[in-house]
C-alpha cells in the first residue's frame, strides 16, 4: 500500500539551528501539506503545496518556515531558526486532489526536539 | 476562527459495546468531515469521511452528519481494546485546502 514516508523519524537540535524535514508523498498524488502537533495538543495546519508553490498558509507558517520540492519525489520543510516552541511532532500529507474531495493521507511523522 | 470541538474523555466503554464519539463545529462553510484514529506517538489515520447529511457506514465504523446542528459523530459498534486510541474530528471548509482538527476524544475499550 502507497504510502507517505518521513525522515528523519526524530531530530533533536539546538535552538537557533536550521532544520530541514523531509518527506517523500505518495507518487500520483498532487497536494501537499504540512501539519504539526505540539505534545497533547491538537494537530495544526501549517502550509499546503501545490505546482510548486504554497495554496495556503496559516499563522504559524512565518517567515522562519520555508517548504519546496526540490526534485520529483522530495518535499520538505525547513526552520531557518528553531525555538524551544518549534519541538513538536510534523506530520507531512498528501491527497489526489483538493480536500474538497479525496482524503489525505499522513506520513509517520517528526519528532522535533529543540534544546 | 474556525473552531471545532470535542470532548476530551477519556471515553471509557467495555469490549464489545458501541463507542459514540461526538464533534461539532463553528464554521457552517464546512462541507467534509474527516475522523482520524491516532495511537500514542503515532500519525493520524483516516477512518472515514463524510460529506453529505446523514449516515455513512463502513464495516463496524458509522459517521453520522448534522449539517443543521453543525454536528458529525462517530459510532464503533462491537468495540474492541485495538480501538483503544484517540479519535480526531477534521473539518474543511469550502474553499481551503487544509484540515482544521478537534483536540480529540480518548477512548479505552476495557476487555
Known amino acids: 500500500e502507497p504510502e507517505v514516508t518521513q525522515t528523519p523519524s526524530h531530530q533533536v537540535t539546538q535552538m537557533g539551528q536550521e532544520v530541514i524535514l523531509r518527506c517523500v508523498p505518495i507518487?500520483?498524488?498532487?497536494?501537499f501539506y504540512w501539519y504539526r502537533q505540539i505534545l497533547g495538543q491538537k494537530v495544526e495546519f501549517l502550509v499546503s503545496?501545490?505546482?510548486?508553490?504554497?495554496?495556503?498558509k496559516s499563522e504559524i507558517f512565518d517567515d522562519q518556515f520555508s517548504v519546496e520540492r526540490p526534485d520529483g519525489s522530495n518535499f520538505t520543510l525547513k526552520i531557518r531558526s528553531t525555538k524551544l516552541e518549534d519541538s513538536a511532532m510534523y506530520f507531512c500529507?498528501?491527497?489526489?486532489?483538493?480536500?474538497?474531495?479525496?482524503?489525505?493521507?499522513f506520513g509517520q511523522g517528526t519528532r522535533l526536539t529543540v534544546v | 476562527q474556525k473552531e471545532v470541538e470535542q470532548n476530551s474523555g477519556p471515553l471509557s466503554v467495555p469490549e464489545g459495546a458501541i463507542a459514540s464519539l461526538n464533534c461539532t463545529y463553528s464554521?457552517?462553510?464546512?462541507?467534509?468531515f474527516f475522523w482520524y484514529r491516532q495511537y500514542s506517538g503515532k500519525s493520524p489515520e483516516l477512518i472515514m469521511f463524510?460529506?453529505?447529511?446523514g449516515d455513512k457506514e463502513d464495516g463496524r465504523f458509522t459517521a453520522q452528519l448534522n449539517k443543521a446542528s453543525q454536528y458529525v459523530s462517530l459510532l464503533i459498534r462491537d468495540s474492541q481494546p485495538s480501538d483503544s486510541a484517540t479519535y480526531l474530528c477534521a473539518v474543511n471548509v469550502a474553499g481551503a485546502n487544509n484540515l482544521f482538527f478537534g483536540t480529540g476524544t480518548r477512548l479505552t475499550v476495557i476487555p
Open positions: 500529507a498528501s491527497s489526489e486532489a483538493p480536500l474538497q474531495g479525496p482524503e489525505a493521507f
Open positions: 503545496f501545490y505546482n510548486n508553490e504554497i495554496s495556503e
Open positions: 463524510i460529506y453529505s447529511n
Open positions: 464554521d457552517r462553510g464546512s462541507q467534509s
Open positions: 507518487s500520483n498524488h498532487l497536494y
